[in-house]
């Protein structure tokens, strides 16, 4: 028997914490960790076609990232080059879309260039995998406002229609790994009806068996949107 539409989740949001903490309880430096966290992503993104995702949307680096250490934004700049030339093939052969949230226009020219590149040989994929990269949702919610005022009158539609997500399913869930219990900027907008799960789980130690777990517990809950 199929699964009833309010019980499967087509859009699902992750925020991946944990990599520093992973890597500083086994001794090892920050970067380990982001390494490591990239390999969660690669297998995460295999296991879709196993999946009722349609959309997995993952907050990759924030704007407020920026006021890290220089070494290690320079450390995450250099695995997204990596994980764009190394996982592109992969995707087109999985039909994998890859679509970007956020300012990604702004970063550095040759990423810039390899995300284009990227998202004109993904774009008639049909599942998607959504990367908020140089994203902040206040900034986002903002410029959709801006937007819409330049279009005419200001109202709901109007609004969500000029969001990063708008071509996007609606968001069903958003599960936070590593212990954290807060939003971070993070689709502020699409999240007011999701259900949200909160981990303990580290992000590199977050598999593909862990996002099942927490897919069945989407399934079991009531979603009343406001309603009795």
């Known amino acids: 028997m199929?699964?009833?539409?309010?019980k499967?989740?087509?859009?699902?949001?992750?925020?991946?914490?944990?990599?520093?903490?992973w890597a500083k309880r086994k001794h090892l430096p920050r970067v380990m960790g982001h390494r490591k966290?990239?390999?969660?992503?690669?297998?995460?993104?295999?296991?879709?076609?196993?999946?009722?995702?349609?959309?997995l949307t993952l907050y990759a680096f924030s704007s407020e990232n920026w006021k890290r250490p220089e070494d290690e934004v320079d450390d995450l700049m250099n695995l997204m080059r990596k994980f764009i030339k190394s996982d592109l093939p992969e995707f087109i052969a999985n039909d994998v879309k890859l679509k970007i949230l956020g300012d990604w226009q702004s970063l550095a020219p040759d990423i810039v260039e390899m995300l284009e590149d990227a998202l004109a040989q993904t774009a008639k994929g049909s599942r998607t995998l959504a990367v908020a990269l140089n994203y902040g949702a206040h900034a986002e919610i903002t410029a959709a406002?801006?937007?819409?005022?330049?279009?005419?009158?200001i109202t709901?539609?109007?609004?969500?229609?000029?969001?990063?997500?708008?071509?996007?399913?609606?968001?069903?869930?958003?599960?936070r790994t590593s212990g954290e219990v807060r939003l971070s900027n993070f689709l502020l907008w699409q999240v007011a009806y999701a259900e949200m799960i909160f981990t303990d789980v580290l992000w590199p130690d977050f598999t593909p068996a862990h996002l099942h777990d927490a897919l069945e517990q989407f399934a079991g809950r009531e979603r009343r949107f406001g309603g009795r």
């Open 37 to 55: 966290g990239v390999e969660a992503v690669r297998e995460l993104v295999r296991s879709l076609k196993d999946t009722s995702i349609e959309c």
């Open 145 to 153: 406002a801006r937007a819409a005022a330049a279009q005419g009158e």
């Open 2 to 6: 199929a699964d009833s539409p309010d």
């Open 156 to 175: 709901e539609e109007t609004l969500a229609a000029n969001l990063y997500s708008a071509d996007l399913p609606p968001l069903d869930l958003l599960i």
């Open 8 to 21: 499967t989740a087509r859009h699902v949001a992750i925020i991946m914490d944990g990599n520093g903490r």
